[in-house]
């Protein structure tokens, strides 16, 4: 398996450094596929990851799938978003027009990120000059936002080079996240032994 994900590398979507290594992340126990259950992976799934990895994890496995499995998939998720249709059909608009998200330019107000969210969800994978927008914008928003940048780099209307540049900003944001983590808990540690 872990050949084939390598294999099937969502290009501008992860570097096989950066995903990867951490499926085989040797300080992690080893799980047994068979070991594996579906309401244990939907639990995980549900409960242990945060939007962006939820994102990023069901697009590698979609990007693992074979084109019929990928047309059914398509077929099934076109039906579940056809009850929401009506509701968003507004939005999906205004995600879609260079005049709407050519306003949205504050990136401050969290309402701005918000609807930044929105229209990335509901931008048409053929929207180049939308896409366009929405890469201009976010060259100036907090890079804390990793919702924002997962989908950024995934997202089909972002051109490759687009998508690799936000998934360079967003691997930058993991690492010092990282590093932020580790440099904690090395201090909570040195403190725990000064206080005994």
Same mark, same amino acid.
């Given at each position: ?9 969502? &290009? ?16 992690? &126990?080893?799980?047994? &596929? ?6 244990? *992976?939907?639990?995980?799934?549900? #409960? ?24 059914? +998939?398509?077929?099934?998720? !076109? ?8 509701? #968003? ?7 879609? @027009?260079? @005049? ?9 107000? &969290? ?6 969210? *929105?229209?990335?969800?509901?931008? %048409?994978?053929? @929207?180049?000059?939308?896409? %366009? ?13 990793? +919702? ?5 780099? #995934? ?23 990282? !590093? !932020? ?16």
């Amino acid at each position: 398996l872990s050949t084939r994900l390598k294999q099937r590398h969502l &290009p501008g979507a992860a570097s096989p450094s950066s995903g990867f290594d951490r499926l085989e992340d040797s300080s992690r &126990p080893h799980v047994d &596929p068979s070991q594996l259950d579906k309401e244990t *992976v939907f639990e995980w799934f549900g #409960l242990h990851l945060n939007p962006a990895r939820r994102i990023e994890f069901m697009c590698g496995l979609l990007h693992m799938c074979q084109p019929l499995e990928l047309r059914f +998939l398509g077929s099934y998720l !076109e039906d579940l978003a056809r009850k929401d249709y009506h509701v #968003l059909r507004d939005f999906e608009f205004r995600a879609n @027009s260079p @005049s709407d998200l050519g306003v949205l330019t504050d990136v401050v107000d &969290p309402v701005v990120r918000s609807k930044l969210l *929105v229209c990335l969800s509901l931008l %048409g994978s053929d @929207s180049r000059e939308c896409a %366009g927008i929405l890469f201009r914008i976010l060259s100036h928003v907090d890079p804390q936002l990793a +919702l924002l940048f997962t989908m950024a780099s #995934l997202h089909p209307a972002l051109h490759f080079h687009q998508r690799e540049v936000v998934r360079g900003q967003l691997d930058k944001i993991e690492l010092s996240i990282e !590093e !932020e983590s580790i440099i904690l808990t090395t201090t909570t540690t040195s403190n725990n032994i000064n206080n005994i």
